[in-house]
C-alpha cells in the first residue's frame, strides 16, 4: 500500500511545502464558491511517507483552515498528526485513490455547482463543447453508480477503479466530481478550469439549442497541445499567483 511521494522544492521542506500549499488551496476553494460548508475534503501524499497523507480536519470551514491544521491519517485512518480527525468518508475516498492511483499524488473533492450540476443528469458527461473542455478530453472517468455515502472500503475502490487507467478526473452520479494530480498545483488548476468548463456548457445547455461540439481529431490535437510542458509551468505560475493573493491579504493560511 504505497503512496507516492510529494517531491521536495527549493526554499522550504517538502512536508511545509505541501501543508501551505494545500492550505491555499482550501482557502481558494472557498473564495472561488467551489467549497460547501464544512464537508468536501482536499488531500495530498505526506512527502517521505508512503502510506500517509495529510488533508483537511472536519468541522474546520476551508475559509479558517491553516497549514499546522491539516490532519496526517496513516493506512488505518488513524489521525497521527493534528486536533480533529477528517470527515468519515474522507478516509476511504482519498486512501484507496491514493492508494490505488499511481499519479494521484493529490486529491481533490468537491460538490462544485456546475461539475456537480452534470452528474445529476442523467448520463451527464463534459462535453467537446469548448476550448476549455479540451483540456480534459479523454481524462474523465465516470462513475455512474450512486450507492449512498462512502463509509467502507467497497465505495472508495469502486471510485478509484474509475480513476484507473489513466484518467485524472471523475464525475461521481448524484453526488459531485474528484481531481487528481501529481502536485497541488495542477491539481487544482484543473479544478478551476473543470468547473470553468462545467458552467459554460450548463449555460449553453439552459438555451436548449443544440450543442456545437468539437470535430474528435481537432479535441485530441488540443488536448495534446494543453498536456504540453508549457501548458503544465502554466498551472504553476496560476497557483503561483494565487498563493501571492493570499500572502497579501490571507497571510495566516501559512501558519
Not at 5 to 25: F, H, M, Q, Y
Not at 72 to 79: H, L, P, Q, T, Y
Not at 104 to 114: F, G, N, R, S
Request: charged fraction near 25%; glycine fraction near 6%; charge should be negative.
Amino acid at each position: 500500500m504505497s503512496l507516492a511521494a510529494v517531491p521536495e522544492s527549493e526554499g522550504l521542506d517538502a512536508r511545509t511545502k505541501t501543508r501551505i500549499e494545500l492550505a491555499a488551496a482550501l482557502r481558494w476553494a472557498v473564495r472561488m464558491g467551489m467549497h460547501e460548508g464544512i464537508c468536501n475534503h482536499f488531500s495530498a501524499v505526506v512527502p517521505g511517507e508512503d502510506d500517509r497523507f495529510l488533508i483537511n480536519p472536519h468541522g474546520y470551514h476551508w475559509s479558517e483552515v491553516r497549514a499546522s491544521d491539516l490532519v496526517e491519517v496513516d493506512s488505518d485512518g488513524n489521525a497521527v498528526d493534528g486536533k480533529e480527525p477528517p470527515e468519515p468518508t474522507a478516509f476511504f475516498i482519498h486512501y484507496h485513490i491514493h492508494r490505488l492511483v499511481p499519479d494521484a499524488k493529490v486529491v481533490l473533492h468537491t460538490h462544485m455547482p456546475y461539475a456537480t450540476a452534470i452528474t445529476m443528469l442523467e448520463a451527464g458527461r463534459l462535453e467537446p463543447v469548448l476550448q476549455t473542455s479540451l483540456k480534459f478530453y479523454d481524462q474523465i472517468a465516470y462513475d455512474d453508480l450512486y450507492n449512498g455515502l462512502a463509509l467502507d472500503d467497497s465505495e472508495g475502490e469502486r471510485i478509484a477503479a474509475a480513476l484507473q487507467g489513466g484518467k485524472r478526473v471523475a464525475f461521481l452520479a448524484n453526488h459531485g466530481v474528484v481531481v487528481t494530480g501529481r502536485n497541488i498545483a495542477e491539481a487544482f488548476d484543473d479544478l478551476y478550469y473543470l468547473e470553468r468548463a462545467a458552467q459554460a456548457q450548463v449555460i449553453a445547455m439552459s438555451t436548449n439549442a443544440p450543442l456545437r461540439r468539437v470535430p474528435q481529431d481537432v479535441a485530441r490535437m488540443t488536448a495534446d497541445q494543453m498536456a504540453s510542458n508549457s501548458e503544465r509551468a502554466q498551472a504553476h505560475r496560476h497557483f503561483a499567483a494565487l498563493m501571492r493573493l493570499l500572502d497579501r491579504d490571507e497571510p495566516d493560511y501559512k501558519d
